[in-house]
């Protein structure tokens, strides 16, 4: 009679980001009883009331080292990262230091103190750059050619693994998840951008006037809750081989000017849009799309939610957001 497989302790880096918060939320939802589950993170006040969090900082070898030692993890997300390509763009150096550089130290301690566990990456698609000149909606088998310095990072950090981790007695999963947005989303990204400025346009706070960038470009827009529903699939099969590569994407593109019609019809008042040549970039991919066949044949996932409950939330979220922060002493 075989013995019964140890609980999952799951460790999630990044738990207090946008995408961290949902994650924990969903993985203490839906957990058996004796899951373990822990949120690591920089800043424990964002992290999510009622969850199990504790700060870690990533580029301190021996304080990840040791806090691996200590959790055990069986399963590890790793999430942690600067997420934004226009950040990427003006800090660099820290880009590289935070999606290589404490990717790394997590890698090396997992080698070290956990090397049976299964460690979870959340890459990007942006790794697939030119690539997308093709026009077709890319699967894995595609070759990466990054553009800019957030997709050469994670190009770099799925490489390292696969030196660190990719040959051991453990699994290493890297997933490719495409644009995703969601409540509370940071507003450097352009669909929380959008509803933050027409919530402060409703509110009376600014102009009726609403900048942007590019809005001829096409991309995917996953729901953050879509997005969080494929890092629980990936991370509760057991079968997916080591070295298996993952897009998380929806292979439906829409351009960046349908995305502010569908807001503009959510909006209760009217406004005039205006392209602001900072939201620019120097070099734009004209359609991003992606392939995720090959995740639903492993898992069985498909994103569910519909478009308009995404958007809907969102400004209504920045709605929120916008009026106590207006309303606060």
């Known amino acids: 009679m075989s013995a019964a497989p140890a609980p999952r302790r799951i460790l999630v880096t990044g738990a207090a980001g946008f995408v961290g918060r949902h994650v924990m939320a969903a993985l203490q939802a839906d957990a058996d009883p004796g899951v373990a589950l822990l949120g690591v993170g ?148 352009v669909v929380s951008s959008f509803a933050g400025q027409i919530a402060r346009i409703e509110a009376g706070l600014v102009p009726p006037q609403l900048a942007v960038g590019n809005l001829s470009a096409r991309r995917e827009f996953l729901d953050v809750r879509d997005v969080v529903s494929a890092y629980r699939a990936v991370l509760t099969a057991d079968d997916v081989p080591s070295g298996t590569v993952l897009n998380v994407a929806s292979g439906e593109p829409r351009t960046i000017a349908s995305v502010l019609e569908d807001l503009r019809r959510l909006a209760t008042v009217p406004f005039e849009v205006s392209v602001a040549p900072e939201r620019l970039r120097p070099f734009e991919i004209a359609v991003a799309a992606g392939d995720a066949r090959r995740l639903h044949a492993a898992t069985g996932w498909a994103p569910v939610i519909p478009w308009a409950d995404t958007l809907a939330g969102i400004l209504d979220d920045a709605r929120r957001r916008i009026s106590a922060a207006a309303s606060a002493p």
Not at 71 to 86: C, E, M, R
Not at 145 to 164: C, F, V
């Open 42 to 189: 920089r800043c424990a006040a964002d992290a999510l009331p009622g969850t199990a969090f504790q700060p870690l900082e990533l580029m301190d070898r021996a304080a990840v080292r040791a806090r691996l030692a200590a959790f055990a993890p069986t399963h590890i997300l790793h999430l942690a990262a600067l997420s934004s390509v226009g950040q990427a763009a003006q800090a660099t150096a820290e880009t590289w230091q935070v999606n290589v550089g404490g990717l790394l130290n997590l890698a090396e301690a997992v080698a070290s103190e956990v090397p049976g566990a299964t460690f979870v990456f959340a890459s990007s698609g942006e790794v697939y750059g030119r690539a997308f000149l093709s026009g077709e909606a890319l699967d894995e088998t595609a070759a990466p050619q990054p553009t800019n310095s957030y997709a050469r990072s994670k190009w770099a950090g799925e490489q390292a693994l696969q030196d660190i981790l990719g040959s051991g007695p453990g699994r290493l999963i890297v997933l490719r998840p495409f644009n995703h947005t969601g409540p509370s989303q940071d507003e450097r990204f």
